[in-house]
């Protein structure tokens, strides 16, 4: 059973390097070698902390468990201390956010870590990614529940919701670099595998089969796309096939269908107040959940009628180049914040050897400051996915 898991683990990890079609010409460990190895003394600084240590006066549950509260709600003036408003777009300061930037520091941190560590070999930037490993998913005094049964909840309303999963796609990147870990028999790893993946397993199957998880997974929009890259990176994590089958399946039939237009546009992102970051943001969801899933032949599959993931990277790339020529609505928060090093250039480039996208790419920002920019940045070290 570990032979045939391990098989699979290598198959679902060598795939994506076979399908890149010009990855002879792109050589990324020498691009992430010139960004990463200078911040490594800076990594190796950075101390855990997870949510336990984090009081949420709000929260209803208890230390270990996850709480959020939704970005888009507000105090009604007319009714002070009654239940919020929605203001879609327009984020509330004063919500509580402290579990949340601590999941997007582990989420930052781990990964970094992992790619210094691939690129260098020193044990320490191992070591130090363990310690964080340790403390959000072994530890009985700091670890976090493997649930979100209060995420995005919204004042006076209710306790937690099922799109909070989304903030969970922090994590996804933790699971990629336990797959190295695992992979290369990082040092310190092999003594906590086995919980590592019992947190990840016990998160996956809350995912797939909890009310919020199911609902979420049925979202049309972002939210669909987000369940979608987290069920299929823990799985892959996890060395679960059916998940993954499932999840090539739910891609093909419910989420280009329903997310993408025949020209490349993404109608429900486009509806929003902040259209440019949203389009953006669930097209490079979209672009890693197919490169995980199916390299080049999910990129670019398309449906009967001419939808694709690589129409809407065709249609995204002219104003990721020049976004003065975006001639929809101007989001209304964190224009100036966007474009990033955006993912789907990349996964898209490589898959259909489109060297003007993965040229783009890496003229782009690769580490936002912007808190927010940063949040809506799913894939921050792509030595991981390659």
């Given at each position: 059973m570990i032979a045939?898991?391990?098989?699979?683990?290598?198959?679902?990890?060598?795939?994506?390097?076979?399908?890149?079609?010009?990855?002879?010409?792109?050589?990324?460990?020498?691009?992430?070698?010139?960004?990463?190895?200078?911040?490594?003394?800076?990594?190796?600084?950075?101390?855990?902390?997870?949510?336990?240590?984090?009081?949420?006066?709000?929260?209803?549950?208890?230390?270990?468990?996850?709480?959020?509260?939704?970005?888009?709600?507000?105090?009604?003036?007319?009714?002070?201390?009654?239940?919020?408003?929605?203001?879609?777009?327009?984020?509330?300061?004063d919500k509580f956010d402290g579990h949340r930037d601590a999941l997007i520091a582990f989420g930052r941190t781990v990964p970094a870590l992992a790619a210094v560590w691939?690129?260098?070999?020193?044990?320490?930037?191992?070591?130090?990614?363990?310690?964080?490993?340790?403390?959000?998913?072994?530890?009985?005094?700091?670890?976090?529940?493997?649930?979100?049964n209060h995420a995005q909840a919204i004042i006076g309303v209710n306790s937690g919701r099922a799109i909070g999963v989304i903030d969970t796609l922090q994590i996804v990147e933790v699971a990629r670099a336990a797959e190295l870990f695992a992979r290369r028999q990082a040092p310190g790893y092999a003594a906590m595998r086995a919980e590592v993946e019992r947190w990840f397993a016990d998160y996956l199957d809350w995912l797939t089969t909890s009310p919020f998880g199911m609902q979420e997974r049925d979202e049309k929009n972002n939210h669909g796309s987000c369940w979608l890259l987290q069920a299929s990176a823990f799985a892959a994590l996890l060395g679960r096939g059916d998940v993954l089958e499932a999840a090539r399946a739910h891609l093909r039939t419910v989420i280009v269908p329903t997310q993408i237009a025949p020209d490349g546009r993404q109608p429900l992102e486009l509806a929003r107040t902040k259209p440019y970051a949203y389009s953006l943001f669930n097209l490079d969801v979209l672009a890693?959940?197919?490169?995980?899933?199916?390299?080049?032949?999910?990129?670019?599959?398309?449906?009967?009628?001419?939808?694709?993931?690589?129409?809407?990277?065709a249609f995204m790339a002219p104003y990721v180049a020049d976004k003065a020529r975006w001639p929809f609505a101007r989001d209304i928060e964190y224009w100036d914040g966007f474009p990033v090093r955006q993912p789907s250039l990349l996964f898209g480039g490589l898959a259909l050897d489109r060297r003007d996208w993965t040229a783009l790419w890496q003229r782009l920002e690769p580490d936002p400051r912007i808190d927010e920019v940063v949040r809506n940045f799913p894939v921050r070290q792509p030595l991981l996915w390659l």
């Open positions: 045939r898991r391990t098989l699979l683990l290598a198959l679902l990890l060598a795939a994506p390097a076979a399908w890149a079609r010009n990855s002879g010409a792109f050589d990324i460990r020498a691009i992430e070698r010139k960004r990463l190895l200078p911040q490594g003394p800076a990594l190796l600084a950075v101390e855990p902390r997870t949510i336990a240590t984090i009081p949420a006066p709000r929260s209803p549950a208890g230390p270990h468990d996850y709480y959020s509260e939704g970005d888009y709600w507000w105090p009604d003036p007319d009714h002070p201390g009654g239940a919020y408003l929605r203001r879609d777009g327009r984020s509330n300061p691939e690129l260098t070999g020193d044990p320490r930037y191992a070591e130090a990614a363990m310690r964080h490993l340790r403390a959000w998913f072994v530890d009985p005094a700091t670890r976090m529940n493997p649930q979100l890693a959940s197919a490169w995980l899933l199916g390299g080049h032949d999910l990129v670019a599959w398309e449906t009967g009628d001419g939808r694709s993931i690589a129409k809407a990277i």
